[in-house]
T-cell receptor
Framework: GAGVSQSPRYKVAKRGQDVALRCDPISGHVSLFWYQQALGQGPEFLTYFQNEAQLDKSGLPSDRFFAERPEGSVSTLKIQRTQQEDSAVYLC???????????FGQGTRLTVV | AQTVTQSQPEMSVQEAETVTLSCTYDTSESDYYLFWYKQPPSRQMILVIRQEAYKQQNATENRFSVNFQKAAKSFSLKISDSQLGDAAMYFC???????????FGAGTTVTVRA
């Protein structure tokens, strides 16, 4: 596709529900990142993939958060047993092998009620 | 770990005037990249301008320019001839030359007065 695509754009979950957020990076981009952005704040790093390998997951806030990229393209961020503090915008970005610029999707706004 | 600090939560500018956004960062690395991203209400992060640390010349993109002071670890963004469409949240970001991960500042909200 022309850009990074994220779905859904909006998600409302009841507390305790599991959610899955999808990221379709730019075709051929090797590096993929997930960020969490609280309202009025800067994005905070969650995790990073190079192809299918998850090289850094130091930013995942708890073991309820899990990310995968099994075939080195589409990635899914899963949050189990959602809590109110998980409410945020989740941004995905990808970078090409030779590039320096990160291209971002429009994000998924998660609201936990 | 790298930290990026934006000390101005909000800035207001009159249309056609100039506004400067400040950013400082902390790193022990000598080779890295710095970025300014714009985030309008649509949430789409858009790259405004990029600076490679090894380049002494300040980057310029049309009405946007930076003042990169490597020794002071400062990277400010100047928006000239401000337009209504410039209204957004602006984030300063750091990226090591070795690791692709971006570290962001807290952001500055820019409002443009007509």
């Amino acid at each position: 596709g022309a850009g990074v695509s994220q779905s859904p754009r909006y998600k409302v979950a009841k507390r305790g529900q599991d959610v899955a957020l999808r990221c379709d990076p730019i075709s051929g981009h090797v590096s993929l990142f997930w960020y969490q952005q609280a309202l009025g704040q800067g994005p905070e790093f969650l995790t990073y993939f190079q192809n299918e390998a998850q090289l850094d997951k130091s930013g995942l806030p708890s073991d309820r958060f899990f990310a995968e990229r099994p075939e080195g393209s589409v990635s899914t961020l899963k949050i189990q047993r959602t809590q109110q503090e998980d409410s945020a915008v989740y941004l995905c970005a990808s970078i090409s092998t030779s590039g320096t610029e990160a291209f971002f999707g429009q994000g998924t706004r998660l609201t936990v009620v | 770990a790298q930290t990026v600090t934006q000390s101005q939560p909000e800035m207001s500018v009159q249309e056609a005037e100039t506004v400067t956004l400040s950013c400082t960062y902390d790193t022990s690395e000598s080779d890295y990249y710095l970025f300014w991203y714009k985030q309008p209400p649509s949430r789409q992060m858009i790259l405004v301008i990029r600076q490679e640390a090894y380049k002494q010349q300040n980057a310029t993109e049309n009405r946007f320019s930076v003042n990169f002071q490597k020794a002071a670890k400062s990277f400010s963004l100047k928006i000239s001839d401000s337009q209504l469409g410039d209204a957004a949240m602006y984030f300063c970001a750091y990226r090591s030359a070795v690791v692709d991960k971006l570290s962001f500042g807290a952001g500055t909200t820019v409002t443009v007065r007509a």
